[in-house]
T-cell receptor, first 113, second 114 residues
């Protein structure tokens, strides 16, 4: 089955530690995205990548970093510089050829204490 | 700057009722509008995608309409079921080429009561 996988589903970290969230897709999509979702707020874009080895900051990139070494993979690192890292993180990819439809992974719930 | 609003924030209906969810956007220069469903603690599932040239799209009991000139889209759910309980979000894409920021609404949380 084609889709997007995110791991782990739940992640717990101590303050001051960096943590990396995994996102993998087998949809052959060029574009991939990371969003953050907080209660009562719409999705906010952290980083996006339109092609391998290229990525751009979104609206709330401070304290986050990404890499795009393979088309299928777009990992997100939450660094200790991120002031409020506890949130639900969603990875998405986009069909750029036919309809520009967005597809989402199941999400990772990060809790930092 | 595009703004997307979904009102009401929460809605509770008895099972079997037909219902309409609303999505309003401020900039009518859009490429497409996508409706999603999100269950608690889960990712977003795409329900319907309407291109700017279309007026509506249908999938099973769901029908989404688009009126670009008035900046509105509605998601109609026929014969609602308890399994329809979820948060419904709409998202607007401004244009096709390059990178364009998709703007999401904050969602309508639907509860269908058996």
């Amino acid at each position: 089955d084609g889709g997007i996988t995110q791991s782990p589903k739940y992640l717990f970290r101590k303050e001051g530690q960096n943590v990396t969230l995994s996102c993998e897709q087998n949809l052959n999509h060029d574009a991939m995205y990371w969003y953050r979702q907080d209660p009562g707020q719409g999705l906010r874009l952290i980083y996006y990548s339109q092609i391998v080895n290229d990525f751009q900051k979104g609206d709330i990139a401070e304290g986050y970093s990404v890499s795009r070494e393979k088309k299928e993979s777009f990992p997100l690192t939450v660094t200790s510089a991120q002031k409020n890292p506890t949130a639900f993180y969603l990875c998405a990819s986009r069909d750029r050829v036919s309809s520009y439809e967005q597809y989402f992974g199941p999400g990772t719930r990060l809790t930092v204490t | 700057k595009q703004e997307v609003t979904q009102i009401p924030a929460a809605l509770s209906v008895p099972e079997g009722e037909n219902l309409v969810l609303n999505c309003s956007f401020t900039d009518s220069a859009i490429y497409n509008l996508q409706w999603f469903r999100q269950d608690p603690g889960k990712g977003l599932t795409s329900l319907l995608l309407i291109q700017s040239s279309q007026r509506e799209q249908t999938s099973g009991r769901l029908n989404a309409s688009l009126d670009k000139s008035s900046g509105r889209s509605t998601l109609y759910i026929a014969a609602s079921q308890p399994g329809d309980s979820a948060t419904y979000l709409c998202a607007v894409r401004p244009s096709a080429g390059g990178y364009q920021k998709v703007t999401f609404g904050t969602g309508t949380k639907l509860q269908v009561i058996p």
